[in-house]
């Protein structure tokens, strides 16, 4: 696949926008501070299909093209934005989320062209000094899911992270850089094992099971305010235990039943996935709260295990013994909402 041109570059300094605006724009720049921008993408392949791919791969055709118009939809959004920024007084430099590797320092604020994913991978890279605002760059189209319902799933980016799309990028990039659009403060989850922080916060949730989905998870769970007990232990046998922060619970969360949690609530929230036999005593501890002052203390007992961090591409190996605390005591999040205030 060619990569567009921009990519190639090893990006030793920041793009300066062009110094000659129209005088309409240099009046409303001129209040703005120049700032630096980093500007994370989503990479164009992860839509990327051939014809040459056996034809039983693909055995309805407007497959093909629906996932070949995403790309194309993709890389319009990137085209986009990278325009816009050229317009503004701001110096800015593209990367490819899966290039970064190293926390993320001496920008102003990051923008993610993807979709949550992208945003979420982003936020493992950043402390609370920067704020990120997303750009869903491949919106769900209702009337296309509709059209498809009988034949796949057209079902796009969900964007639920992102404050914007091609529609309103500037509008919103504009409401930050002239400080009319402050940063919503999200609250982020701390995982320790055997005492040792894991250097990833989670922004959306943990999934803590057994490597293989259809072996038994065993674990032992209580929670704690200052080392008083808050739930008593709790033994159990499961497919896992998932705990979420407010805005990770309108993901997996509400989809295994539980419930949709204000997005600026410091609080998180637990589920037992499909435990075995809880009898009627434990039942209704099964899913709950950890309330910000208190945590999560897991211990757990299968022969291997992992934690699974803002879903499949980040996780931890655990092993029988190994002792899980998990709470929102981590810092938070920035992140550009236009409908959210702090």
């Not at 923008?111 to 605002?133: C, E, K, R, W, Y």
């Not at 539980?258 to 609080?267: E, I, N, T, V």
């Not at 961090?309 to 002792?323: A, E, L, P």
């Amino acid at each position: 696949m060619t990569i567009a041109p921009f990519f190639q570059l090893k990006f030793p300094v920041f793009r300066s926008s062009p110094s000659k605006l129209s005088s309409l724009t240099e009046k409303k720049e001129k209040n703005m501070a120049r700032r630096k921008l980093l500007l994370l993408l989503k990479p164009f392949d992860v839509y990327h299909v051939t014809q040459s791919k056996p034809v039983s791969h693909f055995t309805n055709p407007r497959v093909f093209h629906y996932l070949d118009n995403r790309r194309k939809v993709h890389k319009e959004a990137i085209n986009f934005c990278q325009q816009i920024l050229q317009k503004k007084a701001v110096d800015w430099k593209p990367i490819l989320r899966n290039n970064l590797s190293q926390p993320i320092h001496n920008v102003d604020l990051v923008v993610t062209v993807g979709g949550d994913g992208t945003l979420l991978q982003a936020s493992h890279f950043m402390d609370d000094s920067i704020p990120v605002l997303g750009v869903n760059s491949d919106p769900t189209q209702a009337e296309e899911v509709e059209e498809f319902s009988n034949e796949f799933d057209a079902t796009r980016s969900t964007g639920y992270l992102c404050a914007a799309t091609v529609k309103n990028f500037e509008q919103v990039l504009d409401s930050f850089l002239e400080g009319q659009t402050v940063p919503s403060k999200l609250s982020r989850m701390s995982i320790s094992v055997n005492s040792k922080s894991l250097s990833t916060y989670a922004l959306n949730d943990i999934l803590i099971a057994h490597p293989c989905p259809a072996t038994v998870s065993r674990f032992s769970l209580r929670i704690e305010r200052d080392d008083q007990t808050c739930l008593s232990l709790v033994n159990c046998r499961s497919s896992g235990l998932r705990v979420s922060t407010a805005a990770g619970s309108t993901a997996a969360m509400l989809s295994a039943g539980g419930f949709a949690m204000p997005m600026l609530s410091r609080d998180l929230q637990y589920m037992v996935r499909e435990p075995i036999s809880p009898g009627a005593a434990i039942s209704s501890l099964m899913h709950g709260l950890i309330k910000s002052d208190q945590s999560m203390n897991v211990t757990w007992f299968s022969k291997e295990g992992l934690i699974y961090v803002d879903g499949s591409h980040v996780f931890y190996t655990i092993q029988n013994g190994d002792s899980i605390e998990i709470s929102s005591k981590a810092p938070v999040l920035q992140v550009v909402f236009p409908h959210l205030s702090s």
